[in-house]
């Protein structure tokens, strides 16, 4: 059973960085797809980024592109999230998540929060003078 351990959530300026970390443990990712979502008070689960456990293709929601990468370690069975330039919208509970590649069929990824079987638990970044 695949577990997952989020971390490196809190309070940050505007402006400032800080750096998700999900730790994976009771089975290896490399053959999983890595999403991180987050969750706004009042809001739905979106998909901020998602990485390909097959050929390493990245998604990045408009919202945050050029500002959050993603990535993955293999040999640490790690994956992280840096967040640049935090704004008071990135407010929520951020998530990460992996899905067996193989139940993907034929896509890099899935954007869709239903298609992960495996989940974090969760950590707030909260954005605020």
């Known amino acids: 059973q695949l577990q997952l351990v989020e971390s490196g959530g809190g309070l940050v300026q505007p402006g400032g960085s800080l750096r998700l970390s999900c730790a994976a443990s009771?089975?290896?990712?490399?053959?999983?797809?890595l999403g991180w979502f987050r969750q706004a008070p009042g809001k739905g689960r979106e998909a901020v980024s998602c990485?390909?456990?097959?050929?390493?293709?990245?998604y990045y929601a408009n919202s945050v592109k050029g500002r959050f990468t993603a990535s993955r370690d293999n040999a640490k069975n790690t994956v992280y999230l840096q967040m640049n330039s935090l704004r008071p919208e990135d407010t929520a509970v951020y998530y990460c998540a992996a899905v067996n590649q193989a139940y993907l069929g034929g896509t890099a990824y899935d954007i869709e929060p239903e298609k992960y079987d495996y989940w974090g638990q969760g950590t707030q970044v909260t954005v605020s003078s």
């Open positions: 990485i390909s456990g097959s050929d390493g293709t990245t």
């Open positions: 009771g089975s290896t990712l490399d053959d999983y797809a």
